[in-house]
């Protein structure tokens, strides 16, 4: 990640009002000072998600996700840090100068060095396809498939050839050392000494990043030999699970027709743009992670899976439903006949035919019924609550009443029982599980949730939530509170260390709580700063707020240290130590005298003896110097 300075960060942040990048992926009613909007990063239907514009920050109360607005762009983007101020820099017009620093000088240019390398290397193996005389038998097999120059040209489809050091002395020539193109993944290191070409007498596809830069490679055999595929493994850039095949070409498509067509290979993806299937993209091979589930999210709500009929493609296919469902899109399955993949129907029966099938692709519900029915058939009860109960999760997870009644009456069509059966099945289901939609992949956090409910904390923790808000506010409070307490002034280490962050970043010209967040590295911590932040200060006057919770939780230590007080007279008792006994007998007596003057409300007593207590703590009565008798 290249080095952008702090300057440059906060001029950024200051152009990129919030609430307009917000505004692109959310849509958000102004509610009092603030914004607000379902939430884009987990499945709700009333709205939890906030943003306030004053601060210059967003939270969501359902799931604890917030930040500034680099941190919903790296959420929502899939970006890293430097990503997101880079094209939020870009957006406003701001030139990131070139890294100062030489560690961050050295990270820049080897990830340019990459992406050069990646570029040559495409260059490399497109040239190899169209020119070289080893290529003929490529080239026939793409012709067989009815591959056109056109389309070939379009995603830059090029071919490796059989030797083990072809791209290993092109990219040689080029000034590239072979340690560099085996951190793009190009070359393999051998168990010797030396290097080698990772793909050989392969069709290669270049695999783009949503933004079209090379970042990867997938390589095809020729024949039947194993493995069939390979890709560039993890690389700074590539990574196989986080990117989809062919999106870069298929982002405007997808803005026109309100859809995404979701296919297993690169093959699909090309033969789908030959036909002008454009809005479609590949999953990789695999079935579909989060990660790529919010990427599509990013672009469309309604997502076709259209993977092969085979039985992998099948099994890739249930996994992705699920998953995508609970991110919150309208999923449907393309159904094609005969069990043809989407190339060879593509190829057979063209543009037309392929639309007939995305208008009548079923819906999540109906997929799962039928793979359900024809896995297992129908012969007793017993096969038809099996298969109920494999779907009506899905039914649960649902949005409206309307579809779910709709998704029950397709239950009850397929499997021939009466709409009361069916929803009776249903109600139990929901009294024994729960109405929630389980998430099984672990989706949506939940760390917050307990810790963000107030209501829920004690007396101290209250205490210390409004502390630290006031500090955030106002950190010229965070020494005096220190000074009042005597101590590191909160117990809960998550609050510590934002008073922590927050001391250090109020040491600065200009102190705002958002410049908090570009020193915290944890996803959870600047969802709780939000929280704190979005929250506010219960009153109008600081001083009298903060005296009133800083004596809240002397109150708290002084009420534990009379429980442990307790615990220790009756250890000591045993012991016969008469001067430490007498001495936690004189403690416990003065709290307890504090106690009592603060149920009487004497203020003048209670001040009396917090300054005889704060003068025995003082003389630390418990530690005689050594040699003195304390029996």
Known sequence: ?????????????????????????????????????????????????????????????????????????????????????????????????????????????????????????????????????????????????????????????????????????????????????????????????????????????????????????????????????????????????????????????????????????????????????????????????????????????????????????????????????????????????DGKDPDDYLRKHGYQAWERLIDTAPSLIEYKLRQSTVARGIKTVSDKLEIINQVLPNISGLKSEVEKEEGLKAIARELNLSWETVAGEFKRFKTSTGKKWRNPDNIVKSKHTIVNKEEKMDARSKAESVLLRLVLENPDLGKTILDKMGQAPFKNKSYQKLYEHCMKVAKGPLYKPVEIFKDLADDDEKGLLSFLLTKGIPGDDPVQIMNLYVESINRCLRQERRENLLKEINKVEKTGNNWLYNGLLHELMILKRIDEAERDGDQGRIDQLLQEYRQLESNNWKYPREGIDDK
């Open 1 to 337: 990640m290249g080095f952008i300075p702090d300057e440059i960060i906060e001029a950024v942040r200051l152009r990129s009002n919030i609430i307009e990048v917000v505004s692109r992926y959310v849509q958000l009613k102004k509610t009092g000072k603030n914004y607000t909007g379902i939430c884009p990063f987990h499945r709700e239907r009333t709205p939890s998600f906030t943003v306030t514009p004053e601060k210059q920050i967003f939270y969501c109360f359902g799931c604890g996700a917030g930040g500034d607005v680099f941190q919903f762009l790296m959420q929502k983007n899939n970006l890293n840090f430097y990503e997101a101020v880079s094209f939020l820099a870009e957006q406003v017009g701001i030139t990131i100068p070139a890294g100062t620093n030489p560690v961050q000088k050295e990270m820049d240019r080897e990830r340019e060095g990459l992406r050069r390398i990646n570029s040559l290397a495409k260059d490399y193996f497109r040239y190899t396809l169209q020119h070289h005389d080893a290529a003929d038998l490529a080239r026939q097999y793409l012709a067989g498939r009815e591959l056109t120059p056109e389309v070939l040209d379009l995603f830059q489809v090029g071919f490796a050839l059989a030797g083990w050091e072809h791209l290993l002395g092109f990219l040689g020539k080029q000034g590239f050392r072979p340690e560099e193109m085996a951190r793009a993944g190009l070359v393999v290191k051998k168990l010797s000494d030396g290097y080698y070409d990772r793909f050989r007498s392969r069709i290669i596809f270049p695999i783009w990043d949503a933004t079209g830069r090379v970042i990867g490679f997938g390589g095809r055999v020729l024949d039947d030999s194993q493995p069939k595929y390979i890709n560039t493994p993890e690389t700074p850039f590539f990574s196989k699970g986080r990117n989809l095949y062919g999106l870069h070409l298929a982002r405007a498509a997808v803005r026109e027709k309100g859809c995404i067509v979701v296919m297993e290979g690169y093959m699909d993806v090309i033969t789908a743009h030959l036909h002008g299937v454009t809005n479609a993209v590949a999953s990789l091979g695999t079935a579909l992670t989060v990660e790529q589930g919010r990427l599509l999210m990013n672009y469309s709500k309604n997502v076709v899976i259209a993977y092969d009929a085979d039985a992998a493609g099948v099994a890739a296919t249930i996994r992705s439903l699920d998953l995508l469902q609970e991110l919150g899109c309208q999923v449907s399955v393309l159904s094609i006949p």
